[in-house]
Nanobody
Framework: VTLVDTGGGLVQAGGSLRLSCAFS????????IAWFRQAPGKEREFVSY???????ASADSVKGRFTISRDNTRNTVYLQTKNLRPEDTAIYYC?????????????????WGQGTKDTVSS
């Protein structure tokens, strides 16, 4: 499995970014896809996950601002972020785990993208 995450950038507080995670190598619908983020000096933290059947969950810190979605015809998961805050500044990683798993723990996920950096200025 290969994951390529893109879409990060520099944005002002209150702005929006759409992150993409392109999946290849196995059957996409056999995997749950998640987004995590890691800010400088902090541990990697859960953002959101989406199952192949489109059930999803998100961290309380991003509920109402971030939306995860997936296009099973394009083998891609998206994270639409809006109303961004300086504290959302981090490297964002997508990750994949077999579809039987739903977890907010990084250790659950076997495959990881290279990360895409979001910087939110105040």
């Amino acid at each position: 499995v290969t994951l390529v995450d893109t879409g990060g950038g520099l944005v002002q507080a209150g702005g929006s970014l759409r992150l993409s995670c392109a999946f290849s190598g196995r059957a996409f619908t056999a995997y749950t896809i998640a987004w995590f983020r890691q800010a400088p000096g902090k541990e990697r933290e859960f953002v959101s996950y989406i199952m192949s059947g489109l059930s999803s969950a998100s961290a309380d810190s991003v509920k109402g601002r971030f939306t995860i979605s997936r296009d099973n015809t394009r083998n891609t998961v998206y994270l639409q972020t809006k109303n961004l805050r300086p504290e959302d500044t981090a490297i964002y990683y997508c990750a994949a785990a077999p579809s039987s798993y739903t977890s907010n723990r990084p250790a659950t996920y076997e495959y990881w993208g290279q990360g895409t950096k979001d910087t939110v200025s105040s």
